[in-house]
């Protein structure tokens, strides 16, 4: 049984909560919560769910994320939730003009498809921490032709097969391509 809400404000951020009471029903607040501190799903806890991905499936996407969604799927109804907004704030991160001109260089395109720039970024943060991180500090690093869309399904699988309904989750950052405004300034 969920501990109740009241007990849990002083081990967690005020604005969060309040940010999830105005996001989502009193009763679904209390299933967002986890009972202390230590059950939050921290930045190194994300990268280690991350390489789950059983990369030996290649060209079954599916199969791929499996590992990763089954065990998500036996984790809290929070981490799910934390997972997505980690995941949502990884891929906002790397929605910048330099990022996606890196992205579409070898393609001999004149545009960024919007969809095909957000599966780009999945393949940069499915493929791990250092790989990610490489990519963010030094756009001209970003692998060009390569996606990675069911990614964006994980935390979507995972809550259905653990509580037999759809996932509702508004992360709080929004990773669609153009979203990080900072990082399309220079777009004309």
């Known amino acids: 049984m969920a501990t109740p809400l ?50 030996e499936n290649e060209g079954d996407d599916t199969a791929v994320i499996e590992p990763l969604v089954q065990a998500l799927s036996n984790m809290l109804n929070a981490n799910i939730h934390q997972y997505e907004d980690i995941l949502a704030e990884k891929l906002w991160l790397l929605d910048t003009l330099s990022h996606a001109e890196a992205s579409i260089r070898d393609q001999k395109k004149d545009y960024v498809s919007v969809d095909g720039f957000l599966y780009d970024r999945c393949f940069v943060v499915a493929n791990g921490k250092e790989f990610y991180e490489a990519v963010l500090h030094d756009p001209s690093k970003f692998p060009t032709g390569l996606s990675f869309e069911r990614l964006l399904y994980v935390a979507h699988r995972a809550y259905k097969r653990k509580m037999g309904k759809a996932f509702v989750h508004i992360p709080r950052k929004s990773y669609e391509t153009y979203s990080n405004e900072a990082g399309w300034e220079d777009a004309e």
Request: without cysteine; aromatic residues 12%; negative net charge.
């Open 6 to 55: 009241h007990t849990n404000l002083n081990a967690l951020d005020e604005s969060f909560i309040e940010e999830l009471r105005q996001r989502y029903a009193a009763d679904e607040v209390e299933t967002l919560l986890p009972e202390t501190p230590q059950d939050w799903l921290t930045e190194e806890g994300f990268w280690q769910l991350i390489e789950r991905l059983d990369w």
